[in-house]
């Protein structure tokens, strides 16, 4: 099956991207897209997510301003570059002097330059991944040069979907973070108004000693449908320092695949998952601790709200002939209401001996006693809820170095208000 | 200002408080004492407004039916208890929740929003006065503070939210000397002609350093005796038992 996503532009493309495009789509012709009886896919709703992305593509040119890209996805110091239904707006985009050591650009599907190995040798294992690598537009690439320090990026990718059609969107976003550099990274996935599925992937190599704080926001509209997919190489001694916030859509499914590739890299992620009243989101997060003395910590929190479900899987695995491997991963869910639903599944493969692993995985409701605490303080109900379910999240925000993105993410969160109080 | 008329508190059909009397006047402070478990931390839950009792009897507060009024609406009407066990708050600032607190007590009275300049200027006077550390106004609400810590921290919202009627639960159990003597000159500081205390001690201690202008023993379920301060001491001396005659003493 191939979806109608999917339609190979007949623009002059050099070989390097024709050849990943045509690759994809001989896979697709190949395999079946997942259904929840792969094991992968147990906890996703897979048949939402799959109708979503059988909409045309988003290719409409939207008009989109400055403001309401500040309201979408914040606006901070930082190299920007925003992308419309996968079009570079060069009005929107904007340069920090600070932080400008960072490239930040969009290459065209006729640009020659290849901006990747890891794009061009990207294994096809996910039917999502290669519909969007059949179908990708522009890619964001961010490159930070070797060495540099106090770079930061933020690539906005806006799905615009024109009138009432809705549309499929496959943003891709490109990641290199070169020997011994130092960069922040925001990436958000933002909405118009409209039916709209996004089908997003981001490839990220990290070089030898180099560290990346990297910020992964979904905050598309309301209803919308997102699929995610991020892949990092971590090199030698390497280090990522990531967040992955799934706050908008209503039914998403977001896999993180980490390598561990070289000894002594590290990765540390943590999530914040917010399920408004029926929605349904599962996240697919595997660590794979290639090198000797890699460290992964996995941290997720996830908020349900009423007839809600939220999933998390936590993968790790340990390669045979590794030494001192260190692997943690937490997972908290708080349930607003007795039809919330949250399954929580660490999955661990671990084929060393001198390794140190744990998993711990909470379920919990609103503390009644917490709730009396702040109503006996003055404070409404549903705002002793509402602060109860922030204290919940903040636990999240606050390691957020980046201060605007935090502020943001806040208000993003009191948006989401109205959905909360809809839960009895 | 405060009447309590035939109060009975059960809980799944287990009597604690049976026909409570009391009657509170402005600008008195009355202290309740009383053995482990007689029910004196469920007369404060009831007052404040804690879910799950089958209450029967009146309370007055001001003019209000107070038992028919939620929680939140007992604040606004003036009704601060400090918790015997105050409940922590993952995530949420100490300094946001006071004044989330604040205006909303405020804005239930009509009330605009407090300034912040102001706000943030008083909430460190009085953290000042209470010996408390500047960091306990961003750390979240009683999350990881010490038994003294979290009783502190009750006494500095009673005195940012100036409630007319404060019920203090224990507020001294847990407390070293020093810590004794900065919690009672904060409640003493709010003590004025127009606000009532409700003072529940184990200790005379606290009644030296806040002197109650009457005293009760809640015992079985109601007020079984009141007395002016001395009867704090006496308490104190021969317990909570029917006290034995002079004579009896000396023999
Ligand atoms: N939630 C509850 N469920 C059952 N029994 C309770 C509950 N709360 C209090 N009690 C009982 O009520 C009585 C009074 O408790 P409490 O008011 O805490 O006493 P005090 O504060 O005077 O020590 C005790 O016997 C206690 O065990
Ligand atoms: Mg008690």
Redesign the interface.
């Known amino acids: 099956m191939i979806p109608a996503a999917v339609a190979p532009s007949a623009a002059v493309e050099p070989s390097w991207r024709s050849d990943v495009r045509a690759d994809a789509v001989r896979w697709l012709a190949d395999h079946r897209p997942p259904t929840t009886r792969d094991e992968l896919w147990r906890y996703s709703d897979v048949d939402a997510l799959l109708e979503a992305m059988a909409a045309d593509p988003a290719d409409d040119q939207v008009d989109v301003d400055a403001p309401t890209i500040a309201r979408l996805a914040g606006d901070g110091p930082a190299n920007r570059l925003v992308l419309v239904n996968g079009r570079p707006i060069a009005d929107l985009a904007s340069r920090d002097g600070d932080t400008d050591v960072v490239e930040v650009l969009s290459l065209r599907p006729s640009d020659h330059r290849c901006p990747a190995d890891s794009y061009r040798d990207l294994r096809h294992d996910d039917w999502f991944l290669a519909t969007n690598r059949a179908a990708a537009h522009d890619l964001a690439m961010i490159k930070a040069p070797a060495g540099s320090a106090l770079g930061a990026a933020h690539v906005v990718h806006v799905t615009a979907p024109a009138g009432h059609r809705p549309v499929a969107h496959h943003p891709t976003t490109l990641i290199r973070v070169e020997a011994g550099a130092t960069v922040t990274v925001v990436e958000s996935h933002v909405g118009l108004d409209g039916a709209a599925a996004v089908n997003a992937s981001t490839t990220i190599e990290v070089g030898a000693g180099a560290t990346l704080a990297y910020h992964r926001v979904e905050q598309g509209a309301a209803g919308s449908a997102h699929a995610g997919h991020v892949s990092v190489a971590l090199g030698p001694d390497a280090c990522l320092r990531a967040h992955s916030f799934t706050l908008g859509a209503s039914t998403t499914r977001v896999t993180w695949d980490v390598v561990c590739a070289g000894d002594g890299s590290s990765v540390e992620l943590d999530g914040l998952v917010f399920a408004g009243p029926s929605d349904h989101h599962d996240h697919l997060v595997t660590v794979d601790h290639r090198g000797s003395d890699t460290t992964s910590e996995q941290r997720f929190r996830e908020i349900v709200g009423a007839r809600a479900r939220a999933a998390f899987t936590g993968r790790v695995l340990v390669r045979p002939g590794t030494t001192g491997t260190s692997a943690h991963q937490r997972n908290a869910s708080l349930l607003l209401a007795p039809t919330a639903e949250a399954d929580a599944r660490p999955w661990l493969e671990i084929e060393a001996d001198d390794v140190r692993c744990s998993h711990g995985a909470t379920v919990g409701q609103l ?1 009644d ?2 709730v ?10 549903w ?1 002793a809820r509402q ?2 379910i ?6 999240v925000l ?1 390691s957020v170095d980046v201060a605007w993105l935090r502020h943001h993410l806040r208000d993003g969160l009191e948006q989401r208000r109205p959905a909360i109080e809809a839960a009895p | 200002m405060l009447e309590i008329r035939d109060l009975s508190v059960s809980i799944d059909g287990h009597a604690i408080l049976t026909g409570l009397d009391l009657e509170i006047g402005p600008g008195e402070v009355h202290a309740i004492m009383g053995p482990n478990g007689a029910g004196k931390s469920t007369l404060s839950a009831v007052l404040a407004g804690r879910e799950g009792y089958d209450v029967e009897g009146t309370v007055r507060f001001a003019g209000h039916d107070l038992l028919a009024l939620e929680p939140e609406a007992r604040a606004a009407a003036g009704v601060f208890l400090a918790f015997q066990y105050p409940t922590e708050i993952p995530g949420v600032g100490n300094a946001y929740f006071l004044r989330t607190s604040l205006n909303a007590i405020r804005e239930a009275n009509g009330e605009p929003p407090v300034d912040a300049r102001s706000f943030l200027g008083s909430l460190r006077s009085h953290m000042e006065e209470l010996e408390m550390d500047p960091s306990f106004s961003s750390r979240a609400v009683n999350a990881g503070f010490s038994g003294g810590e979290k009783k502190r921290n009750e006494i500095l919202q009673m005195a940012m939210l100036e409630p007319t009627l404060a019920i203090l639960d224990e507020t001294d159990s847990g407390l070293d000397i020093d810590a004794l003597r900065i919690v009672a000159a904060g409640i003493e500081r709010l003590r004025s002609p127009e606000r009532a205390f409700l003072v529940i001690t184990h200790y005379p201690r606290l009644l030296d350093l806040v002197r109650p202008d009457v005293v009760h023993v809640l015992r079985g379920g109601r007020i079984e005796r009141s007395g002016d301060a001395a009867l704090a001491q006496q308490l104190e001396q021969y317990g909570y038992g029917p006290r034995p005659e002079p004579e009896a003493v000396g023999s």
């Open positions: 503390d006693e917490a009396f605490y702040l109503r006996s303080r003055g404070i409404p109900e705002h602060l109860l922030e204290g919940f999240a903040s636990e606050e």
